[in-house]
């Protein structure tokens, strides 16, 4: 069967229903598992091979993990369904009157239902030239840039003796003070105060400067205010400056210009550092658009999201599913679900039922959510947890993160790899991972009268 084939004859002669899946995140490997049957194909694409649990990409990013340890093949994931099919390929447009998504490569596959779950990507908020000095964090490639960053700028600092030039390689900033950014900063202090002292003979480790910026008034802002200076206070512990009210206006290659605003006067400053990471901000991905243009009337929201109805379809669009990070969907009581993994979890599995029913001629109640709580990582032993009506923070609302994440990891195998590597940071205070692959981080050091960042 060819990506660009009709509907696949079954022994009676007669076409098979025929879901496609555009997305192997947590919304689609959910749907894609739901929908496993006999009544039913299904086809799930994606621009990668492999299925990555976001959430500790942080991790990767900061040698605690290996990028295998977070990451599992589709094909292994999905190999028991023998009605499933992967394709490697890259959609670039859907045609929603002849019902076909249209590939990279020109090849077209068609669709008989159709689930678009390709998530959100990050956003400079129009400032695109900011991205080649401060890197997001949405892929595994992303999480090799920071890491080769983090490494690169202590073993570049070893071998300077400038101070001015020695203190930019050793100041790490993070823009954003989401979960992402909140656990991106608390890993670098560990690296920089803990895991690295006494690894090297001419450099201090502990001068380093790690620097949390955030534009509101609180980090976390999703999370209660007192859960929100519990984790400010924890970050604080670990050595991270925590700064709030704090608005980057400019991101070159020797630093970044912020303006403070909580005092009303608008007060600018630099901080010059080589290391800037940016946590600041997503938006939906790019299929939300080649929607709009598709289908009459169908306006996104400022994010790029898809407004969908309570049963995750586009309205007038039966058959046409979004779901996960690129939709909108509002709750009874008018609240816009989060960008989150069990959001998008339970509408991929809310999706694939409600197809399985309408194939047997039944139909199901809408969409649901059953919010299980949010929790965040600050550092070692702390986190930060709101589980319904309980919210606490420490060593329980750690651990409890810890557990929760192992069941979250889509294959058994990457469990058990986590969980012994965490077992073997935590008593050895190491990071295993830490490799440094690619070019020499020595070609970082600024050229011969050149001068430093101020």
Known sequence: MSASSTHA??????????????GGGFAGLAAARVLDGPDVDVVLIDRRNHHLFQPLLYQVATGGLSPANIAAPLRRLLRRQ??????????????????????????????????????????YFGHDDWRAHAPSLKTLEDARRIRHRVLGAFEAAERVDDPAQRQALLTFVVVGGGPTGVELAGAIAEVAYRTLRGEFRALDTGAAKVILL???????GAFSPRLST??????RKL???????????????????????????????RIGTHNVFWAAGVRASSLGRRLAASIDDLALDHGGRVPV??????????????????ARFEDDAGAIL???????????????????????GREIAGFTYLDKGNMATVGRTMAVAELGQLRF??????????FIHLLYLAAFENRVLVMIQWGWNYVTRGRSARLISGTNPAERLPADGEAAPS
């Not at 955030?214 to 976390?220: F, H, N």
């Not at 989060?338 to 047997?360: F, T």
């Open 9 to 22: 004859a079954s022994s009676t002669g007669t076409a098979r229903h025929r879901a496609v899946i555009i």
């Open 82 to 123: 023998r009605r499933t099919r992967v394709l490697l390929g890259d959609v670039v447009d859907i045609d929603v009157a002849a019902k076909q998504v249209v590939l990279k490569d020109g090849a077209s596959v068609p669709y008989d239902d159709l689930i678009v779950a390709t998530g959100a990507v990050d956003t």
């Open 214 to 220: 955030e534009g509101a008034d609180r980090v976390l």
């Open 230 to 235: 519990k984790a400010a206070d924890g970050l």
């Open 239 to 269: 050595g991270v400056d925590v700064r709030t009210d704090a608005m980057v206006e400019m991101i070159d290659e020797g630093g970044l210009v912020v303006r403070e605003t909580a005092d009303g006067d608008g007060e600018t400053l």
């Open 309 to 326: 109805t309570p049963h995750c379809t586009v309205a007038g669009h039966d058959d046409l599913y979004v779901i996960g990070d690129l």
């Open 338 to 360: 989060p960008g989150l993994a069990p959001v998008a979890m339970q509408q991929g599995r809310y999706v694939a039922k409600r197809i399985r029913a309408r194939l047997r």
């Open 393 to 402: 923070s420490g060593l329980i609302a750690w651990l409890a993160w810890l």
